[in-house]
């Protein structure tokens, strides 16, 4: 394009670049100079799943938890019954006292009395009990009667009795009541044995000369087996 002059050229000129015919410098008008203005950073969206929160781990390890023992249940407090008070041992003459208030009772405790009192009135309670069991055993021993009565009237055997028979005590006396007590005593096997297994006895004054083991020497007695 030719332009007839100058002044007519830089009019023209103008003019094209008001209509943006003729830009030799590219325009950069659409470029905003904003210095202070922040581009904001995009935020991600939250996460559709849900979150769960777990406790911290802990590098130290746990014993699993004991089951607390069962209570031990409490003890029974029994009262302790009271003991029984053991009476007191009576002594061999006590326990003749007692008895002396009983009767004979029946033959053979009356023959076994009848033979302590003439035999042993005299003697200590423990040699009147000698020869109260001195006849028990010869009943039991196989070599003489089986009954107290047949023992105490063998023939031969005891002074005092005559003709088989015994005489006749006073049952009255404290003496008498002593020999029951003592025969009683003897029978029921509530005391001592003074002589165990004497089989005969005879006074310190006599001189039997019997080959025969001694056991016991009571009052004026001599006991043998």
């Known amino acids: 394009m030719r332009f007839p002059n100058r002044a007519g050229g830089f009019a023209a000129a103008i003019f094209l670049l008001s209509l943006g015919v003729f830009n030799p410098t590219p325009s950069r008008a659409w470029e905003l100079n904003l210095p202070n203005v922040v581009t904001p950073t995009p935020v991600p969206a939250p996460s559709v799943a849900a979150t769960v929160e777990t406790a911290p781990i802990s590098s130290t390890p746990v014993s699993p938890t004991a089951a607390p023992a069962p209570a031990a249940a409490p003890a029974v407090t029994t009262e302790a019954a009271p003991k029984a008070i053991a009476a007191p041992r009576r002594s061999l003459a006590e326990t003749v006292e007692a008895y002396a208030a009983s009767v004979a009772g029946d033959a053979e405790r009356d023959c076994l009395a009848t033979a302590v009192y003439f035999e042993s009135k005299g003697e200590p309670l423990r040699g009147q009990l000698a020869v109260a069991q001195v006849i028990l055993n010869r009943t039991h021993s196989g070599r003489f009667p089986t009954s107290v009565c047949g023992v ?23 003496a008498w009541h ?16 003074p002589a165990p297994n004497a089989l005969f006895f005879h006074a310190r004054s006599v001189s039997a000369g019997w080959h025969a083991t001694r056991v016991a020497q009571i009052g004026n007695h001599l006991f043998y087996r």
Do not use: D, H, Y
């Not at 005590?169 to 404290?174: E, V, Y």
């Not at 002593?178 to 044995?193: N, P």
């Open 152 to 174: 105490v009237k063998q023939k031969g055997q005891f002074s005092f009795v005559r003709g088989g028979r015994l005489p006749a005590a006073p049952r009255a006396a404290a």
């Open 178 to 193: 002593k020999a029951v007590a003592v025969a009683r005593m003897a029978i029921e096997g509530t005391s001592e044995r």
